[in-house]
């Protein structure tokens, strides 16, 4: 099990990473490109992808709100001076640079899905607010999870294009700051099931519902999505150990989540999800 953790210590983590972070200007970036013919045919389409579901924080946001109608101070904090001015500046420049490669630019979704709306109406019930922030809490850890991985094999990549512009101006100060986002999710749902604020029946009704709306980072629950995460996926080269990569993503909520099934890495609705976006991938392509 993760250690104790206190809402003083989250709200501490909440303050250092807005002052230690402050969102990345779009003139620090060098953007000088050695050779965007290969950057592009080799990362034009997850850099798209990356800025699309970076850009999409202004409705991740404007969903939270209909989610948690009674957000607390902490999350308020977190969403509003830390994660969302960092995100937007993420998804700007990473649209700015496949741009300049030639591309056009990406086209993120901002309206609040139907969906998002009738769980929000549930959510004025208190008991019910309490299983959405847990799976708000958990679905920041894994997409955090998964943009932190992403980066890191990104930097590499175009460190080995000798591309060192794009790898120290772009990729290393995003990548950064995406690992106190993800502590922040950690934090915040083991502490809300540490606290014990959460009964049996919440902790049931949470798993039915993750298990059956788990979705990779960006899919929104949609088809060409899903084909084009399995399309990034496997341009980063985690399909080569999908097992791996589920274990890396899925570990904290197998902890949290699913603490009673004796040595559960990760929750098998991982994998499957990651499953079917390489099928869909090898099916359809990323449709461009
Ligand atoms: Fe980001
Ligand atoms: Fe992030």
């Known amino acids: ?24 200007a779009l003139d620090s970036v060098d953007r000088r490109v050695r050779d965007p013919r290969a950057v592009a045919a080799r990362y034009g389409h997850v850099i798209d992808y990356l800025a699309r579901v970076e850009l999409e ?12 109608p009674d957000v607390s101070e902490v ?40 969906k998002m ?17 847990l799976l708000y809490y958990l679905t920041g850890a894994s997409t955090e999870r998964q943009a932190v991985l992403a980066y890191n094999v990104i930097h590499e990549g175009m460190m080995g294009m000798g591309e060192g512009a794009i790898a ?21 749902a083991t502490e809300l099931v540490q606290s014990g604020a959460l009964r049996p029946w919440q902790l049931y009704l949470a798993r039915v519902l993750r298990e059956k709306t788990y979705n990779l980072v960006g899919t929104n629950g949609q088809d ?13 080269g985690f399909d080569a150990d999908l097992v791996k990569y589920a274990r890396e993503v899925g570990r904290i909520e197998a902890q949290l989540l699913w603490a009673h099934e004796q040595g559960m890495e990760f ?5 499957a999800a990651l499953r079917e976006s390489i099928d869909l991938y090898r099916e359809r392509g990323f449709g461009d």
């Not at 969302?84 to 990406?106: F, K, N, V």
């Not at 120290?168 to 915040?188: C, K, L, V």
């Not at 929750?267 to 994998?271: C, D, F, I, M, R």
């Open 1 to 24: 099990m993760a250690d104790q953790v206190s809402q003083e210590r989250i709200r501490e983590h909440v303050v250092r990473l807005g002052e230690q972070h402050p969102p990345i």
């Open 57 to 68: 924080v202004d409705r991740n946001v404007l969903e939270l709100l209909v989610l948690l």
């Open 75 to 114: 999350d308020r904090m977190f969403y509003a001076d830390v994660w969302q001015p960092q995100e937007i500046q993420h998804g700007l420049i990473l649209d700015r640079l496949q741009q300049d490669l030639g591309r056009p630019a990406t086209t993120p979704e901002l309206d609040v899905s139907m």
């Open 117 to 133: 709306k009738v769980m929000g109406a549930l959510a004025h019930f208190s008991s019910i607010q309490d299983i959405a922030r």
């Open 168 to 188: 120290e101006t772009i990729i290393a100060p995003i990548r950064r700051q995406e690992p106190g986002h993800f502590a922040f999710y950690r934090m915040s």
């Open 224 to 236: 060409r999505y899903k084909a084009q995460i399995g399309g990034v996926v496997s341009a980063l």
């Open 267 to 271: 929750p098998p609705y991982v994998l």
